[in-house]
């Protein structure tokens, strides 16, 4: 078979190693970006450079990376993707989690609490690891926890027995081109669920329970009584207390909210409260979202740097009742920021602006009547973070909770988080 790998990052990697297995396929990777030449395996046929995704009408198959909307890929072929064949392949069931943010956390919980009940389970998709690279791994008794974003649900050809829908707002709209784009992809993680399948959404978001009334599934909203809430300081389950919310070491009332989604899912598998209340206790959190760096002289430094949007900051902020100094902008994912600067005035909090969108972000706060910021030009992290530590008051919490992407100065949310802190650790 002519195979073309679209998109040579490292679930392109991953796809390639799988798909030449088979010696009887032929090979070629395919990238935009013609500086990749050097990185190529030996010997691999390639097509690199500018309009290179239009240049695949002879290939039986195409395997598009995720980030790659299939409208972009000019072919007379199949239009495929890792996910796709991961999802055809897998022999084991599938916890598909999605949403807008949150999804790297409740996988990670899900995960968390299923090996505290013995279960053997593989942690794989958006959240960094290749699913091709476990699939043959995986056994008919296994549990997959598959993190999904709205790339890699584009064209899903078959749904995960358990689907997650996490809160839904407009994000990567710079992509998608419209919220009604956005909210298409993640549909598509019900589209094809059967009776047998069951769908767990936010009761409390619009979009999520709108996607979930598509599934063939059986509906079990999270947040509502109808199946699994937080009540009087603990999570419930159809009535059934499951543990105290006390045991989640996550800051913020929205990780209780992703710590109910969760259990919603795990319920699913595992009735076992003491599991559960061991899976959750025993969870510190992923890096860059909302991650404590170190205390100094009495602040506290989080890197928040997941937050590329302005109501992840807004969660952040709420996130602690003490004063706040907030770290602000990036590069643009044509957010509006209305709704964090109205936020903001409810806060004893001040913002440090910098990047592209700083001065979309100032035009909101000053109509908005909050002027307590001031803005530096050009990501100088260890010029923002001495700022931070002056301005900051006794007994305080610097946020690194941009809500803006990260593409201005930095190759990722990761590095931009690195820098923090690298600049964090380094202060006397």
Known sequence: MKIAIAGF?????????????????????????????????????????????????????????????????????????ATNEFFAECPAEIIGVTGTKGKGTVCSLIDSMLRAAGKKVWLVGNIGNPSLDILHDVKPDDIVVFELSSFQLWDLQKAPQTAVLLMLEPEHLD??????????????IVKHQTAQNRVIFNYNNSFS??????????????????????????????????????????????????????IAATWQYVQDTQSIESGLSSFQGLPHRLQ??????????????????????????KAFDQPKVIILGGSSKDGNFDKLAQEMLKHDVYAILSGDEASRIVRAFVSAGFSNFETIDGWDMKKIVERSSKVAKADSVVLLSPACASFDAFSSYEDRGDKFQEAVLEQD
């Not at 009604?180 to 993640?186: F, G, L, N, Q």
């Open 9 to 81: 990052g490292a679930e392109g990697r991953a796809s390639y190693k799988y798909w030449s297995a088979d010696t009887q396929n032929d090979i070629t990777i395919v990238d935009e970006n013609p500086k990749i030449v050097d990185d190529l395996p030996e010997g691999v046929a390639s097509i690199l450079g500018e309009g290179a995704f239009e240049k695949l009408e002879d290939f039986d198959l195409v395997v598009r990376t995720a980030s790659l909307a299939p409208k972009k890929i000019k072919t007379a072929g199949k239009i495929w993707s």
């Open 292 to 317: 404590l760096v170190a205390d100094k002289s009495g602040v506290s430094f989080y890197d928040d740097s997941i937050s590329t949007t302005p109501s992840s900051s807004i969660a952040a902020l």
């Open 175 to 188: 992509i998608h081109g419209n919220f009604e784009d956005y909210i298409e992809a993640k549909s598509n």
């Open 209 to 262: 329970t709108k996607i979930a009334k598509q599934s063939a599934g059986e509906k079990l909203p999270y947040l509502s009584e109808e199946y699994a809430m937080i009540r009087d300081g603990a999570f419930w389950i159809n009535e059934e207390r499951i543990s105290s919310t006390d045991v989640v070491a996550l800051p913020g009332n929205h990780n209780l909210e992703n710590a109910c989604a969760a």
